[in-house]
Each structure stands twice: as C-alpha cells, then as structure tokens.
C-alpha cells in the first residue's frame, strides 16, 4: 500500500510556466524529502522539511510542508529543461529508523 | 567523495535463475539500504543495515531474496529463483545514519524474460 499519493503522475509544459507537484498522506510524517531522479542514475536529495508549515527555497523551486506534517507541495516558477525529471516525495515517520516511504513520483517534461 | 557504487549496471536473465547485485556504499556510511523500484513507481525498501547487522527486512521476500552486509562494509542482495514480477531496478542507498540524507547509486536494473 503506497502510503503517500503524488499529483499528477505526468506533467508536460513549455519552458518558461510554472508548475506545482503534490504529494499528500493520511499519515503523518516528522520529515519529508524531495528527490528529482534522471533516467539511469538514482534519486538526488533536494531538501528535508521538518517542521509543519515549513517553506524552502532553493533558486526556482518552493517547497511547503503542510501545517499538520501530512502533505507537501513542491513549486517551480519559470520552469527549464533542465528541471525535466522524475520528482519523488518521501516521508519519514518517528521512531521509523529514518525508513522512507516514497511517493509514486510526478514525472516532468519541459519542453524548449 | 566517491558515491555509492553499484554493479552490474543492466542484468538480463531468464524466470527461475538466480542472480546477485553488489553494492559498495560511501566510506564512513553505517547504513545501507536496499530497494526496488519498478517502473512507474517510487522505490520500495527491502532491506536496511546498520553496519552487519539487519535493522528491518519487513518487506524482503525472504522465499527467494536474500542479503549480506558481512563486514559491515559493501553488500550484496541475491534472487533465487527470479519471477517475472522482479524486473525492476534495484537501488542501493547509504547514510551515516539517524537523520543523515540518504545517497542513492545509480542502481541495477534487472529484466527478467
């Protein structure tokens, strides 16, 4: 049973819009981290939120973790190419031995 | 720093014989993960070490998966006998442990005829 939903499973848009990927749980979290993975490597970190109602930013990516640690959002504004790739949520539970459960991922594609 | 290596990087067999991945994770990592990621969805832990001792393989098909952190050090993760259901990519993940990231290799993936 996957335990978080990522939305929307595919994503196609033109260079220069802006996109927001979800990924929500009926269970809470007290982390939850977003990876981008590109065909034929592993997943690659891109940020840890710990706290209920957190926001990061990182250049052009927002990320928001929900007030009650169950859901989570990841903005891109002004979208490039290089940001085509799959997205992959993962929460980590207390007590869980820093195990994670992984979204199902939001594949991306910018088009030039 | 080097990451973590994994090898073979593609393997093809045929159901019901058996194959084995290595990993060989960052130097100074305790943790070890293993997982299975099949096409379309996210990865799925199978097994976690911290050092040479198992810390959970609740999710493991112990019937024909099995894996070994013998010295605490690189790892490996058999099938025997392999079904069809097992063509995936296979990842493996280190950490220094607690709530240090995770890095991932660039996986095995495994297609099953």
């Known amino acids: 049973t996957q335990l978080l939903e990522q939305s929307p499973q595919f994503l196609s848009i033109q260079e220069g819009e802006n996109l927001t990927v979800y990924c929500n749980s009926s269970?809470?979290?007290?982390?939850l981290q977003w990876y981008r993975q590109e065909p034929g490597e592993g997943p690659v970190l891109l940020v840890t939120?710990?706290?209920?109602?957190e926001v990061k930013k990182l250049k052009r990516l927002t990320f928001q973790f929900g007030d009650a640690r169950k859901d989570s959002s990841l903005h891109i504004t002004a979208a490039q190419p290089g940001d085509t790739g799959l997205y992959l949520c993962a929460g980590a539970r207390a007590g869980s031995a820093r195990q994670l459960t992984f979204g199902s991922g939001t594949q991306l594609t910018v088009l030039p | 720093e080097a990451g973590v290596a994994q090898s073979p990087r593609y393997k093809i067999i045929e159901k019901r014989q058996s194959v084995a991945f290595w990993c060989n994770p960052i130097s100074g990592h305790a943790t070890l993960y293993w997982y299975q990621q099949i096409l379309g969805q996210g990865p799925k832990l199978l097994i976690q070490?911290?050092?040479?001792?198992?810390?959970?393989d609740s999710q493991l098909p112990k019937d024909r998966f099995s894996a070994e952190r013998l010295k605490g050090v690189d790892s490996t993760l058999k099938i025997q006998p392999a079904k069809l259901e097992d063509s995936a990519v296979y990842l493996c993940a280190s950490s220094f442990g607690g709530v240090a990231p995770q890095h991932f290799g660039d996986g095995t993936r495994l297609s099953i005829l």
């Open positions: 269970s809470v979290f007290s982390s």
């Open positions: 070490f911290q050092n040479n001792g198992v810390v959970d």
């Open positions: 939120v710990v706290t209920g109602g």
